[in-house]
């Protein structure tokens, strides 16, 4: 069984310029979240997609945006990138649309995102 | 107010203690909650969920306390491989939010 993987794993980027992080989910898991961590905090929720749908979205602007594949692999698109979205972003998977339903998150090793 | 918030720590405690971390929560609507654990530089993993009055496994409890909105975590009998910080995660209709985590260090 293989875990969540994200592609790349570390990214520098200029202010302004646009980026595309990308996630394949655990075998068998129909839903992935993406998260934004920054140093010293926990990951803030950006937003949730399951079976291709965006069903949950977290405090981000619209220049956050995703999408989810048929193969449940997901992309996290950010336009016009600001200093402070410079963090580790974090892709997770579970099996069902919500984690109320007690299925935790599997959590891929992120990618580390600079803006320079 | 935060949704949800953690003492940050640092917990630092000898080999062999017991240490509870606490987590509390503003949306009383919210019926299962998690404790992951995130080693430095890494992502977190699940360590345990917690949906009713708590949860054990092995050196660690997790107790759930809705009347006062709180969850905890105990771990009894500290390792040096418990050294990690440990969030707290609330979900609540399709959304998930962590505390900034505990961080623990265990010392020989």
């Known amino acids: 069984e293989t875990g969540v993987t994200q592609s790349p794993t570390h990214l520098i980027k200029t202010r302004g310029q646009q980026v595309t992080l990308r996630c394949s989910s655990q075998s068998g898991h129909n839903t992935v979240s993406w998260y934004q961590q920054a140093l010293g905090q926990g990951p803030q929720f950006i937003f949730q997609y399951y079976r291709e749908e965006e069903n949950g979205r977290g405090n981000f602007p619209p220049r956050f945006s995703g999408l989810q594949f048929p193969n449940y692999s997901s992309e996290l698109n950010v336009n016009a990138l600001e200093l402070d979205d410079s963090a580790l972003y974090l892709c997770?998977?579970?099996?069902?649309?919500?984690?109320?339903?007690?299925?935790?998150?599997?959590f891929g090793s992120g990618t580390r995102l600079t803006v320079v | 107010r935060k949704e949800v918030e953690q003492d940050p720590g640092p917990f630092n405690v000898p080999e062999g203690a017991t240490v509870a971390f606490n987590c509390t929560y503003s949306n009383s609507a919210s019926q299962s909650f998690f404790w992951y654990r995130q080693d430095c530089r890494k992502e977190p993993k699940l360590l345990m969920s917690?949906?009713?009055s708590g949860n054990e496994d092995g050196r660690f409890t997790a107790q759930l306390n809705r009347a006062s909105q709180y969850i905890s975590l105990l771990i009894r009998d500290s390792k040096l491989s418990d050294s990690a910080t440990y969030l707290c995660?609330?979900?609540?209709?399709?959304?998930?939010?962590f505390g900034d985590g505990t961080t623990l260090t265990v010392k020989p």
């Open positions: 917690v949906y009713s």
């Open positions: 995660v609330v979900p609540n209709a399709g959304k998930s939010t």
């Open positions: 997770a998977s579970m099996p069902g649309s919500r984690q109320e339903n007690n299925y935790g998150y599997t």
